[in-house]
């Protein structure tokens, strides 16, 4: 099933974790696929990755070096995008830090670092593509916040300010973009084994087992069977939500 087909998404943080997990399953169901990054041989290696998964040769993966927390830099690689593929379907916000204290120790540095990457972005690439979405008079925009958007969670101001910030765009972006058939849904995700999580020391990562009731970290495959839903036609009938993808722990 090529549920993707004809379609063409375009993932930001897509060379690795979360976003080149969708990024490669977006390309084995069909979907011509853009990441953006910053660590060009990563992005190198995801494209070749995205090229073994080819369903037909008129399919077309292409990666760009992109800060996507500058604004002109991300309008200008949007517009190389449109020019390479003509249109964009699909976008993924995946682009996220972390820079974890509690507040009394955090410097405006850490925090402003956080929610430019983290929430600015999302505005930088929403704000160009929702004009062409809705001039196609369709699109699907995915935003991929976190659960601790939804709880908290102490040494995490800044992140989870950010996360939230993004729960509230996506919601107010719906309600702009859904008389022109765009969809913005957000996808909440829980603990999931990426090299943001791997740092954990042992003992916190056994603690947060304790957590999640189907007892197993995620994989970035989970959160990628999300966004293929969210993004393609399954979900027509969707929009201004918030899934949390996280064994159980957000209930």
Sequence with gaps: MQLLKGKTALITGGTAGIGKAIALLFARQGADVAIFGTNGERAVQAVLEMETHRLTSEQKFLSFLVDVAKTAEAEQAIQQVISAFGKVDILVNNAGITRDNLLMRMTEEDWDDVMRVNLKSVYNMCRPLSRIMMKAKS???????SVIGLTGNAGQTNYAASKAGMIGFTKSLAKELSSRGVRANCIAPGYIETQMTEVLPPQVKEGILTKIPLARIGQPGDIAQ????LGSDMSNYITGQVLPVDG???M
Excluded: E, P, R, T
């Excluded at 699109?139 to 916040?145: C, R, V």
């Design 226 to 229: 999300a966004a293929l839903f």
């Design 139 to 145: 699109g699907s925009i995915i935003n991929i916040s």
């Design 248 to 250: 159980g722990m957000v």
